[in-house]
C-alpha cells in the first residue's frame, strides 16, 4: 500500500501563486508515476499534470501548461506542483496519484493511489 498526503492549499487571487505537496509513504518503490487531478462539484476529476518518478519527464494538461511546474524529490518520496498565474477557473480540489504502471497516463482510473484531496480557491 501506499498513502499520499496532499499539502499546501488555501485561497489566492487571481494571478497568484500557490504550491501543493505531497508527501508519499508505505510501498513507494513500485510507483512509476506520480500525478495531480483536480475536481470541482459536479464535474469529472480532470487531469492536470504527471511527472515520472525515474527519469523525471513530464506532461500537463494544455490549460496549465506554461503556468504549472511539477516536480519530485525522490529522497523525499515527494512530489510537487507549482501555480503560478492563477485563474478562477483553477479552484478544485487537487488531488495527488500514483500509478504503478509504466505508461504516463491521463486517466484517472489507472491510477492506483489517491490522496484526500486539498482544496484551492482562486477569487477574482
Known amino acids: 500500500q501506499v498513502q499520499l498526503v496532499e499539502s499546501g492549499g488555501g485561497l489566492v487571487q487571481a494571478g497568484g501563486s500557490l504550491s501543493l505537496s505531497c508527501a508519499a509513504s508505505?510501498?513507494?518503490?513500485?510507483?512509476?508515476?506520480m500525478g495531480w487531478f483536480r475536481q470541482v462539484p459536479g464535474k469529472e476529476r480532470e487531469f492536470v499534470a504527471a511527472?515520472?518518478?525515474?527519469?523525471?519527464?513530464?506532461y500537463y494538461t494544455d490549460s496549465v501548461e506554461g503556468r504549472f511546474t511539477i516536480s519530485r524529490d525522490n529522497a523525499k518520496n515527494a512530489v510537487y506542483l507549482q501555480m503560478n498565474s492563477l485563474k478562477p477557473e483553477d479552484t478544485a480540489v487537487y488531488y495527488c496519484?500514483?500509478?504503478?504502471?509504466?505508461?504516463?497516463?491521463?486517466?484517472?482510473?489507472?491510477?492506483?493511489?489517491w490522496g484526500q484531496g486539498t482544496q484551492v480557491t482562486v477569487s477574482s
Open positions: 496519484a500514483a500509478d504503478r504502471g509504466t505508461i504516463l497516463t491521463t486517466m484517472p482510473q489507472n491510477y492506483d493511489y
Open positions: 508505505g510501498r513507494t518503490f513500485g510507483i512509476y508515476v
Open positions: 511527472i515520472r518518478w525515474r527519469g523525471g519527464s513530464t
